[in-house]
């Protein structure tokens, strides 16, 4: 069973992605994980400075702000899915940052220490995800980790609890 983190960068709670969120969760803790969510927009996380103090001091982040508790949770999860709703194209602000802010935690493990597993799930407007896929391949291709599926639309409920309830 797995140890699974929801990073959720929608700015509307109980929103679409968020349903999308509630489901995949409910389905992975009914299979027997356990399951953390980070609900992006209610914490308090600055954007990356390019400082480099953390790829010159073992992944030392100079910013104290909520990230320490994403960080800390990153580090012991197997498995990190991100969501959020499609804004120009892509994922939002909210969820942006903290992959950013991730940076930090490659530069303290390592950056082939660090083998998650992932998820994606996704709402928008239209029906193209391919600049947010684009984005998502930096984890599942450039980082090798392991991609149990993408959920991407509003609606599919069912679709994200059988893929939270896939999860082993
Ligand atoms: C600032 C902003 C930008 C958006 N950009 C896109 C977009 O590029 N493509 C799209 O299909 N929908 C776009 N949308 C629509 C949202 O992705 C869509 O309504 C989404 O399902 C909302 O999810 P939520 O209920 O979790 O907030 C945008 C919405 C906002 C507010």
Redesign the pocket.
């Known amino acids: 069973m797995k140890n699974i983190i929801i990073l959720n960068g ?3 709670k109980g ?5 999308l969120v509630k489901a995949f969760s409910a389905g992975a803790q009914d299979a027997g994980n356990t399951v953390k969510e980070f609900y992006l927009n209610g914490m308090n996380i600055h954007g990356c400075l390019a400082c480099e103090t953390c790829s010159t001091k073992g992944g030392i982040c100079v910013q104290k702000d909520d990230m320490a508790e994403i960080a800390d949770a990153f580090e012991t999860a197997d498995v990190v899915v991100f969501a ?7 994922i939002t602000g909210q969820l942006k940052i903290v992959i950013d802010r991730l940076y930090a935690e490659f530069h303290k493990l390592g950056w082939t220490g660090v083998l998650k597993e992932t998820a994606l799930l996704m ?6 995800y391919d600049q947010a896929l684009d984005f998502y391949g930096i984890f599942t291709n450039m980082l090798a980790w392991k991609n149990w599926g993408t959920v991407l639309g ?1 609606g599919r409920e069912n679709e994200a609890r059988e893929l939270g309830a896939s999860i082993y």
């Open positions: 929608s700015p509307r929103g679409k992605t968020d349903s959020s709703p499609e804004f120009w194209g892509t709402t928008a407007r239209g029906d193209s509003a």
